[in-house]
């Protein structure tokens, strides 16, 4: 009994405390770092880093970088061909076409990072919340996911384009709230497989209450999987919303998008083919540079799908 006493005393001393969360910070971070190491010295993820950089630089410069307005009209200028003056050619309007997707580039980037960040700010917190929660709330939160995802995403983008209205904000509600309950689980299984642990039972015998314990312990050591996870899902959104836009449901003219390039190309591709290639070359690029970064960061930071193991 006094031996128990003296154990239970020691655990709630802050010295001892402040150790156990340094303890789990600490290897959190160096996790990470190594992590980071890792995939600078794989030759295919430090080559999608580096053309993503590229891509994503080029996309916010685009004030700077394009030489034309993207709206503005030339009408002598139809389906130039490209050329010095013109680099990727000019579409049915005479609008220059490097320029636009340059400025598309800028809607495409700005829609899956916005959506992507608010789907994983949301799907953490109500993952951290089911997996440490009572298992009433666990139920509740599980079943708003599975009604979520029990729509078909074009179709439930659709049908909130039709209500709200097609925009850009439209957009990024319509995938951030489908892609919610896909990070809101990975958060909530990360959460159960540390639940149990011995440094979190001695937190909360110290008196630790949960805010504390999912801010200190279980946050640093979940957000590596949905960090990867986002990085994955980024090509999916820029292709939903190249989609909507194609269909005539995302970003409306005369705002260039990559899809609303590429219906203006099919529309005319017997005249000229190039609009067709430019708006759609970038998309593919894109697209495959951060599937790519993606399945490289899993191959890294899974074990299961380490290829040295």
């Known amino acids: 009994m006094a031996e128990d006493r003296t154990l239970g005393s020691t ?18 971070r160096s996790g990470n770092a190594s992590a980071l190491v890792r995939v600078l010295h794989d030759p295919v993820g430090t080559t999608c880093i580096l053309v993503a950089l590229v891509i ?11 030489p034309y307005d993207p709206t503005q009209i030339y009408a002598g200028e139809r389906f130039e061909a490209p050329s010095w003056e013109f680099w990727l050619g000019t579409d049915h309007l005479g609008r220059d076409m490097f320029s636009r997707v340059l400025y598309g580039g800028q809607i495409a980037l700005q829609v899956a990072f916005a959506s992507i960040a608010t789907a994983l700010t949301l799907g953490l917190a109500l993952g951290l919340i089911a997996g440490f929660g009572p298992k009433w709330l666990d139920a509740a939160i599980l079943l708003l996911f599975d009604t979520v995802r029990s729509f078909p995403v ?4 659709l049908a909130v384009l039709t209500v709200l209205g097609a925009s850009l904000y439209t957009v ?16 909530r299984t990360q959460t159960l497989s540390l639940k149990n642990n011995e440094f979190i039972l001695a937190e909360r015998s110290m008196g630790a209450g949960m805010g504390r314990i999912l801010r200190v312990h279980v946050l640093p050591n979940a957000i590596g999987p949905l960090l990867i996870l986002a990085s994955m899902d980024i090509p999916i959104v820029i292709t939903i919303e190249a989609g909507l836009s194609f269909l005539g449901m995302g970003v409306q003219p005369p705002t260039p998008s990559w899809g609303n390039i590429l219906n203006d190309g099919f529309s005319y591709i017997r005249q000229a083919p190039w609009p067709v290639i430019a708006g759609g070359m970038p998309l593919i690029v894109t697209t495959l540079v951060f599937t790519f970064l993606g399945e490289t960061l899993r191959d890294l930071f899974d074990p299961k799908l380490r290829r040295d193991l």
């Open 11 to 28: 655990l709630r001393r802050p010295a001892l405390r402040r150790l156990l969360g340094r303890g789990a910070e600490g290897g959190a």
């Open 56 to 66: 994503i630089a080029a996309c916010a410069m685009a004030p700077w970088l394009a």
């Open 154 to 157: 074009v179709i439930f983008g």
């Open 172 to 187: 990024i509600f319509v995938v951030a709230v489908t892609s919610v309950p896909t990070f809101g689980r990975v958060a």
